[in-house]
């Protein structure tokens, strides 16, 4: 049976290792259920002849994976959208880059990294890929421009530990690094000017803890798009990139890629993006396809980039599972401060595409945590999570090994 539900976990970032609690239970819940099974059992007698139509995937033969954008924790634009011909441009840009870095740090990295950990223990993936994973460093100024860059915030590290926390088994797997940006800013407690740096990667990881055979990652390869935004007036080029591993699970072997196309404020940039991904691949090749594509399958957000993927042979696991829902499964839309409980998602960005035979997608839930606590940050990004449990299968019930 085909299962898809939103779940909102509730985070409690001060006790990570017990961190990841559900909602309440409903104490008519038993009631509930008793009643649930015999409405259940009425639709499966009606259901029955359009169930037995569908391919049989024999058991628990399967693939799971987990997507998320975990966010700087800032609007970073503002810097970027200043005139740098005004005669007051330097000092509007200290300002600007104070400010925004303090957003960062008010945006407590540590604590949102454990609950996207949270978000991952709830749904132990094989497989997790991830946009926004962040660095964020600090210099002091020289005289020929900044020095040592010290690591403030490691997004990556503070991830992996709460992963670790919570007995969870991940490595990764593969890696790319994309926009990486420096700009002075003041010191606000002695006024000097320092440099701030944040660098932007993708990350896949696995899991290494599944018995021999479940699952085996080789080949892992990275890449910038040719497409890039740039900023002329300042210099300053805006990568967007992937990256991929080859995947040998339960007798299947695909591609699995992570990627994070450009936004929908340069559609032209966005769809030229998807055009090299999708150039660059064998059209008889499996592949998973997960991340941020910052495209809204009903053009929602103004793009069309979607369609180019499923014109490309890709189907969706959101759609696939709700063929009469094209409109739900939304995914992004909390502000930037993550501070408003109002605000709700608008769009679908966040996908799990795929093309094979073999793949059989029987659940999808989408993970909005919130964070145990009173004031912001709520969540641990301004994106929902993806999580998606494929069951391989071939309409005859045999596997089939690319």
Known sequence: MRVTTEKHVVANSTHPTTACRG?????????????????????????AP?????PECGGHRGFSTFTANAYIGADIAAPLSLDPTDPNYLQNLLGTVTATYGQVIASDPQARMKGLACEI???RPDMVGLEEIWSVSQASATASGPGTFMVVYDYLQLLTNALAAHGLHYAVAATAAESDIIMPMLDLPTGAVLYGRITDHEVILARTDLPPGHLRVFNPQSGHYENYLTVPAIGLSLYRGWCSVDVASRGETFRYICTHLEEETAPVIQMAQAQELLGSLDHNMPVVL?????????????????????QAGFKDAWTALHPHNRTGGLTWGHDADLADPTQRFVWRIDLVLYRGNAFQPEELEILDARLHHTQAPLWPSDHGAVAVQFDYCQPNGSSRHF
């Not at 909602?23 to 259901?47: D, E, F, H």
């Open 23 to 47: 909602p309440a239970r409903n104490p008519g819940g038993l009631w509930c259920r008793a009643a649930l099974a015999c409405l259940l059992g009425a639709v499966l007698a009606v259901a």
């Open 50 to 54: 359009a169930l037995a139509a569908q």
């Open 290 to 310: 997960v991340g941020d594509l910052n495209a809204d399958p009903l053009h929602r957000n103004g793009t069309m980039t979607y369609d180019e993927f499923t």
């Open 121 to 123: 223990a709830a749904s």
